[in-house]
């Protein structure tokens, strides 16, 4: 919202309002020292380090620095945006012979201004309404068949860390090797590089064993694409009858929720149940990475991310209705779908990563919801537009918005992805507009859980460019 928006914008008429009124009014206001890594409010889950996934040397505890100003991201930039920003990554440390010297205000350094140069992987500028058109698009911009990919309104990744993303990786890869998951494909997990979008996704967490438990979740939510929905899935039963790859979408489904949430039989059937899940890695990932991630969530976090993976899971079986039905969705349609079927399992446990709780009321409270699943819907049209290429080499019908609007519009590709960036864009608008309100007159925990989803959908621009799971499809 422009400054001259806010002055046409009618009075507050409450008390709630007219604070927040009072709090964004002034357009160089900077966010209160607290929201800026806010300590946790509830007590940690123990936390047990694995010993093969060491931590980086690193000082970073979330806590602001006095005296510094928090880094500016590429936006948020309307009212309230200063409440979305994060910290800035620590200061080199100082040589051990350097002398402190304090600054006067007037010698302290201005802030640089940020170019495109300063992250190559995403446009950085200009921002703020009606900027989209202004960017002249980048010569190495990612290509599809139908052209380059427009730059996109979003922002910069907050921090790259290659060498915790690499110990990110390396963890993976044996968690994977262990469980069986992507057996003789090994290769291509590492190129994946799932190490590096949980690093980039989640900038205020430098444990790399936390980290890992996340990477674990998603790429157990990766692996239900790659070896139920895509071809050459299993076309047999869980009890090795014969049967379809998609008549059996649906009971994997069901078991893999109950690898999640764990089915507590009559005592004759446990043995029986218990073979399935022994029997298939998918199974094993998402028990193994849910006993991960319990070191570090509790019960209502693991059960808010269990939900999240629940409404996924019905997405896929509608994305599969279509597939039976040889139907294109409506564009309405395809949207609805996408909304669960995103990256909100994904964004979940954005707080167990950051050592915080946001509670339960005010995750599912209706503002906070729209707003999160702006955000996850805003990355999945980014994993729309660069998995593409991927896509197209599928033997059976593949769904991305920029297909789907081509269909229903009988429009050339190239218009139907230039039409998925402006849909990307407006809801990256949008989730600026509504969650900056939010963030002003929210608890502490849900500001970070704010900033957290911006920095996330950062993180997933920048690995979405990089990763060779799509690069090398093109």
């Known amino acids: 919202m422009s400054v001259l928006s806010r002055a046409a914008?009618?009075?507050?008429?409450d008390e709630v309002a007219a604070t927040v009124a009072a709090l964004l009014g002034t357009v160089g206001a900077a966010a209160p020292a607290e929201l800026f890594g806010a300590p946790a409010t509830t007590p940690?889950?123990?936390?047990?380090?694995?010993?093969?996934?060491?931590?980086?040397?690193?000082?970073?505890?979330?806590?602001?620095?006095?005296?510094?100003?928090?880094?500016?991201?590429?936006?948020?930039t309307g009212v309230g945006s200063a409440?979305?920003?994060?910290?800035?990554?620590?200061?080199?440390?100082?040589?051990?012979?350097?002398?402190?010297?304090?600054?006067?205000?007037?010698?302290?350094?201005?802030?640089?201004?940020?170019?495109?140069?300063?992250?190559?992987?995403?446009?950085?500028?200009?921002?703020?309404?009606?900027?989209?058109?202004?960017?002249?698009?980048?010569?190495?911009?990612?290509?599809?068949?139908?052209?380059?990919?427009?730059?996109?309104?979003?922002?910069?990744?907050?921090?790259?860390?290659?060498?915790?993303?690499?110990?990110?990786?390396?963890?993976?890869?044996?968690?994977?090797?262990?469980?069986?998951?992507?057996?003789?494909?090994?290769?291509?997990?590492?190129?994946?590089d799932f190490g590096r979008l949980i690093m980039l996704a989640h900038p205020d967490c430098d444990d790399a064993d936390r980290l890992l438990a996340a990477a674990k979740c998603a790429v157990s939510e990766w692996s239900v694409d790659d070896y139920y929905c895509e071809e050459g899935a299993d076309e047999r039963?869980?009890?090795?009858?014969?049967?379809?790859?998609?008549?059996?979408?649906?009971?994997?489904?069901?078991?893999?929720?109950?690898?999640?949430?764990?089915?507590?039989?009559?005592?004759?059937?446990?043995?029986?149940?218990?073979?399935?899940?022994?029997?298939?890695?998918?199974l094993r990932a998402f028990r193994?990475?849910?006993?991960?991630?319990?070191?570090?969530a509790t019960p209502a976090q693991l059960a808010r991310l269990r939900t999240e993976i629940a409404g996924w899971f019905i997405a896929l079986g509608a994305e599969a209705g279509w597939r039976v039905a040889d139907r294109m969705p409506p564009v309405w349609e395809y949207l609805t779908n996408r909304q669960p079927h995103s990256f909100l399992p994904c964004m979940a446990p954005i707080d167990v990563l950051g050592g915080y709780e946001l509670s339960a009321a005010e995750y599912t409270e209706p503002g906070v919801?729209?707003?999160?699943?702006?955000?996850?819907?805003?990355?999945?049209?980014v994993n729309d537009l660069y998995s593409m290429a991927r896509e197209d080499r599928a033997e059976h019908r593949e769904f991305n918005l920029p297909t789907v609007l081509a269909a229903e519009e009988n429009c050339a590709r190239?218009?139907?992805?230039?039409?998925?960036?402006?849909?990307?864009?407006?809801?990256?608008?949008?989730?600026?507009?509504?969650?900056?309100?939010?963030?002003?007159?929210?608890?502490?925990?849900?500001?970070?859980?704010?900033?957290?989803?911006?920095?996330?959908?950062?993180?997933?621009?920048?690995?979405?460019?990089d990763s060779k799971r799509y690069q090398d499809a093109k």
Request: proline letters at 15%; one cysteine or more.
């Open 288 to 296: 193994t990475s849910f006993e991960h991630l319990a070191r570090y």
């Open 414 to 465: 190239r218009e139907a992805v230039r039409r998925t960036a402006a849909v990307h864009d407006e809801l990256v608008h949008r989730f600026e507009t509504e969650a900056a309100p939010l963030a002003a007159s929210g608890s502490p925990e849900l500001r970070r859980f704010l900033a957290g989803l911006w920095a996330w959908m950062g993180g997933n621009r920048a690995w979405h460019a």
């Open 9 to 13: 914008a009618p009075p507050a008429t």
């Open 83 to 192: 409440a979305l920003r994060l910290p800035p990554p620590p200061a080199p440390e100082a040589p051990p012979d350097a002398t402190p010297k304090t600054l006067r205000a007037s010698e302290i350094p201005a802030e640089p201004t940020r170019t495109a140069g300063d992250h190559p992987e995403i446009p950085c500028g200009p921002t703020g309404l009606g900027t989209t058109s202004a960017r002249i698009p980048r010569p190495d911009a990612a290509e599809t068949d139908a052209g380059p990919i427009p730059p996109l309104y979003c922002p910069p990744p907050v921090r790259d860390d290659p060498r915790l993303a690499e110990l990110v990786n390396d963890g993976l890869i044996a968690w994977a090797d262990e469980i069986g998951l992507y057996e003789g494909r090994l290769d291509e997990l590492r190129d994946a």
């Open 369 to 381: 919801r729209r707003v999160v699943t702006t955000a996850a819907l805003a990355s999945q049209m």
């Open 237 to 282: 039963a869980p009890d090795g009858s014969p049967s379809t790859a998609t008549a059996e979408l649906g009971p994997r489904l069901e078991l893999a929720a109950a690898a999640m949430d764990p089915a507590h039989l009559p005592v004759r059937y446990v043995a029986q149940l218990e073979e399935a899940m022994r029997a298939d890695p998918i």
């Open 44 to 76: 940690e889950a123990p936390q047990r380090d694995s010993p093969s996934i060491p931590r980086p040397d690193s000082s970073t505890s979330g806590q602001p620095r006095p005296g510094v100003t928090p880094a500016r991201l590429l936006g948020p």
